[in-house]
Nanobody, 127 residues
Framework: QVQLVESGGGLVQAGDSLRLSCAASGRTLGSYAMGWFRQDPGKEREFVATISRNGGRSYHADSVKGRFTISRDNAKNTVYLQVNSLKPEDTAVYYC????????????????????WGQGTQVTVSS
């Protein structure tokens, strides 16, 4: 079993940048496909980005494409989400998720497929 802890969120102004981190413990992160999701109170959970086990494939939601970038460092057991040009509508709790995966290149956009979730980190963007 893997434990996930997100960090890096905060209160920022529109146009600012943040780097969110998801640190894993308990198991080697390289065995897992990873994803970032977000949820604002009163709204459904929204897919943000996903990256394959080896980092060879990634995919970003249209709403963040060109502004957000997912990456991973398996040696450090950490996945990152670089978020640039933040907008007020990006305000949400951001969660990372992990799924054990045999396929090195599989990416997963559906939240229900993930087995493990972190506790989330709040990102608040003021206008």
């Amino acid at each position: 079993q893997v434990q996930l802890v997100e960090s890096g969120g905060g209160l920022v102004q529109a146009g600012d940048s943040l780097r969110l981190s998801c640190a894993a413990s308990g198991r080697t992160l390289g065995s897992y496909a990873m994803g970032w999701f977000r949820q604002d109170p009163g709204k459904e959970r929204e897919f943000v980005a996903t990256i394959s086990r080896n980092g060879g494939r990634s995919y970003h939601a249209d709403s963040v494409k060109g502004r957000f970038t997912i990456s991973r460092d398996n040696a450090k057991n950490t996945v990152y989400l670089q978020v640039n040009s933040l907008k007020p509508e990006d305000t949400a709790v951001y969660y990372c998720a992990a799924k054990p995966e045999q396929n090195l290149y599989r990416i997963i956009t559906v939240g229900d497929e993930y087995n493990y979730w972190g506790q989330g980190t709040q990102v608040t963007v003021s206008s």
